[in-house]
Every structure is written in C-alpha cells, then in structure tokens.
C-alpha cells in the first residue's frame, strides 16, 4: 500500500491541526512554502495526492481560489476550509465541485452541507439556525451575565474570532463578514434559491451601535439565526442582513429561537445548527461544534478520504 501524500497551504491553527490529525493516519504531509508564487505552487502540487487550503479570506478568496484552480488544473482533488473561494467564485467552480471538498467552509464540525446531498426533493423549500460559533458563544458569555471584556477574553483564549479584530464591536462585524460568506455557501450549495447563486454582495447589511450589539447579545430570549425560506421572518426592522433572491427572503437577525426555528433547541454556546426542509415536507438537522481546530480539520479529512473513495486515488 502506497503512502498518501498531502500539501497543507496555510500553516496556522487549522493548518497544524491537519497535519497532526493526516500523519496520525500515516499520510506525508508538507506545507506549501510556495507563498502566492504558482510557479513554486505547481511544482509542490505535482506530488500531492490531495491539496488542503486552509487560509484566511483576503478581498474575496482571490489566493485560495487560485490555490484551489491552479490544484485542479494540475488533476488534483482539493479540500478547503476557506469559505471566500466558494461564496465569492460559486459559479466558476461549479462545474468542479465533484473534485472539491468543502464540508468546513460552513459550520465547522458540525457539517451542515452534508444535508444537501441527501435531500430528497431537488430544492429546500426552507433552511434556518445558527452558522457562527464566535457570535453563539458571545452571546451566551453575555446572557449567562458575564463582562463584555471578559466574554472577549474567552472567545480568544479559544482561538475563535476572525483574524484582526480586537474589540467587540470590530469582532461582531468581522463575524457579520463570515456569516455573509456562509449564507452565499449555504444558498449555493443548497439550491434553496433555486437554480440563483449569490455572493456575499447581493446582501443589503444594516449596522449596529457598539450599545445595541451588547444589549442584542445579552438577551437571553434572543440568539443570531439565518432563515432562509419565501416567508418572512421577524421585524425587518430587526434584519442585520438582508436578500430576496428568486422571491426566497435570506435573513440575518438576532430573533427569538422558540418562534423562530424549527429544530431541537440546544445550549449555545459554541455550536451551531441548521434545520432544513423539502417540499415534501421532510425535514433534516445537523448539530455540532461550529468551530475550532480539532472538529474542523476531522471534517477535512473525512472529506479527503471520500474525494480518494470517489476519483480512485490509490493508497
Ligand atoms: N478556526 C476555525 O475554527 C475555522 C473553522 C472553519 C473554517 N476556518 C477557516 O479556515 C481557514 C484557516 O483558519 P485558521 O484558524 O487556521 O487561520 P490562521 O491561524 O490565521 O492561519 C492561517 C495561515 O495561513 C497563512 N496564509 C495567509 N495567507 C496565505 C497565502 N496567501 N498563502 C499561503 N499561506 C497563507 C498564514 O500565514 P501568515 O500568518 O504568515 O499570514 C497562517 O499561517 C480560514 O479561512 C478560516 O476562516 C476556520
């Protein structure tokens, strides 16, 4: 049996995680040292087995959707935990999807996407939850009566904001940010807008004072949800995002769960969940962590061994 060979773009926390979890599996692993020079890239990918892109989003993914294209061209499979590449480039990398793992970008451990492979009907006819682990732990950090500062503290202690945000406020807007790039994902992949997809631009985003932020988080009734569904959701005075696409109202608000979702309530804190329902009126929920490195890079890799299931990749 042949050893698999992996090439890790991005070495930082997700990075090192994979490594630690693909070497325990007896894969080789190398981190890419090519740093935005393709030239240098190409000649790493030739011999990967799998390419692993786990990078932050700059300006909208344009480094990993280069990773990403300049792997595929090379006839490798990819699996990525940046979300930029695929809200951003949806279109331009459908037709490659079959050779792209991209189960983290949304949801971390707790795989949501996987949902939308198995619905039966062609289209969800709604999708609603919870898709970001920083903003459910906040919000639990607060309405348990904890500090601003010291929620903070907590969510950086376990690694959980975007990178290069420091206060609160710049912490729940660069949150907003990731959200809209999981909303593109989860619209894309899903198809609940039937055969539309959008990109984080197509969404209006309405600010918040650094005082309503709080008050919104500390309330113990209200919780940050998406829905996406025909029928309006909340008071649109209460939309922090905002699409219709294909008359499907896409929406981000700090709502009250028992009203406003459908699923199995649980304890915030860091996870997430989504409920999803077809036409026929089946439903499926899928729960978990919704970030962090140990789940996020488990799910990576249970993507990479159904990519090497699929396309024959000879272990
Ligand atoms: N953390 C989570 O729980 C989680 C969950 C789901 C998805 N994700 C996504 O996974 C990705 C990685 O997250 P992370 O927490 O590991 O981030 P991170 O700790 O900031 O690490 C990112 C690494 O990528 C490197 N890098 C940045 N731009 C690069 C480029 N153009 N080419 C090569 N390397 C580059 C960085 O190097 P420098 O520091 O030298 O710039 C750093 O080593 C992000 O897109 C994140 O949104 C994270």
Redesign the pocket.
């Known amino acids: 049996m042949r050893t698999l060979r992996a090439l890790i773009?991005?070495?930082?926390?997700?990075?090192?995680e994979l490594a630690k979890q693909l070497t325990a599996l007896g894969w080789s692993v190398v981190f890419?040292e090519?740093?935005?020079r393709m030239f240098d890239f190409v000649k790493e990918v030739e011999n990967a087995d799998i390419v692993f892109v786990?990078?932050?989003?700059?300006d909208k993914g344009e480094?990993?959707y280069q990773?990403i294209t300049y792997a595929l061209a090379a006839g490798k499979c990819v699996v990525t935990?940046?979300?930029?590449a695929l809200a951003y480039h949806f279109e331009s990398l459908r037709p490659r999807l079959p050779r792209i793992g991209f189960t983290?970008?949304v949801g971390?451990g707790s795989e949501p996407l996987s949902m939308f492979s198995s619905l039966g009907a062609p289209r969800p006819k709604k999708i609603n939850g919870f898709v970001n682990?920083t903003v459910n732990f906040l919000s639990w950090c607060l309405s348990q009566g904890m500090e601003p500062e010291e929620a903070l503290a907590a969510a950086f202690e376990k690694?959980?904001p975007?990178?290069g945000a420091t206060t609160f406020f710049q912490v729940f807007n660069a949150e907003i940010g990731?959200i809209l790039m999981k909303l593109a994902v989860l619209v894309n992949v899903s198809g609940v807008c039937g055969k539309y997809s959008i990109t984080p631009d197509c969404f209006s985003t309405f600010m918040l004072y650094e005082g309503e932020v709080l008050r919104l988080l500390s309330n113990p009734r209200l919780r940050f949800m998406v829905s996406m569904s025909e029928q309006r959701v909340g008071m649109q005075s209460s939309w922090q995002v905002y699409a219709n696409v294909n008359g499907v109202h896409i929406v981000g608000a700090f709502l009250d769960p028992t009203e406003h979702y459908e699923g199995k309530i649980i304890p915030a804190q860091e996870q997430n969940s989504l409920f999803a329902e077809d036409y026929l009126g089946r439903s499926q929920e899928k729960w978990g962590p919704?970030?962090?490195?140990e789940?996020?890079a488990g799910v990576m890799v249970k993507d990479a061994k159904r990519l090497i299931a699929v396309h024959g990749i000879k272990e």
């Open positions: 773009v991005g070495k930082g926390g997700i990075g090192r890419s090519a740093r935005d786990c990078i932050p989003t700059r480094a990993a990773y935990a940046e979300k930029g983290a970008t971390g682990g690694g959980m975007e990178k990731d919704g970030a962090g490195f789940p996020t």
